[in-house]
């Protein structure tokens, strides 16, 4: 079992930036491709970015454009998510999820309970 446990969510002003953290603990966190997921009110579920077991490679869904990073210390067996330049549409409960080499971010291994971003206009 991996337990993900994120932390790092508030309330932003528009323009304004939060980091997110993500720590696990359990099985070993390096086994893993850690992702970051959100859900926004009345909307599906969708797949922001993620990062490889090793760190070296990173992948990010469109919308992000360069505003948002993914990275990871498996020393402290973290995964981050540095958010710049936010916008009140990015407002919504923010996931990590742990997955295996060959598993769709859609059925990650593991999800975290999320926490909250609001973005103020």
């Known amino acids: 079992q991996v337990q993900l446990v994120e932390s790092g969510g508030g309330l932003v002003q528009a323009g304004g930036s939060l980091r997110l953290s993500c720590a696990a603990s359990?099985?070993?966190?390096?086994?893993?491709?850690m992702g970051w997921l959100r859900q926004a009110p009345g909307k599906e579920r969708e797949f922001i970015g993620a990062?490889?077991?090793?760190?070296?490679?990173?992948y990010y869904a469109d919308f992000v454009k360069g505003r948002f990073t993914v990275s990871r210390d498996n020393a402290k067996s973290t995964v981050y998510l540095q958010m710049n330049s936010l916008k009140p549409e990015d407002t919504a409960v923010y996931y990590c999820?742990?997955?295996?080499?060959?598993?769709?971010?859609?059925?990650?291994?593991?999800w975290g309970q999320g926490t909250q971003v609001t973005v103020s206009s």
């Open positions: 999820a742990a997955a295996s080499s060959g598993t769709p971010w859609g059925r990650p291994n593991y």
């Open positions: 359990g099985r070993t966190f390096s086994s893993y491709n």
């Open positions: 990062i490889t077991r090793s760190g070296g490679s990173t």
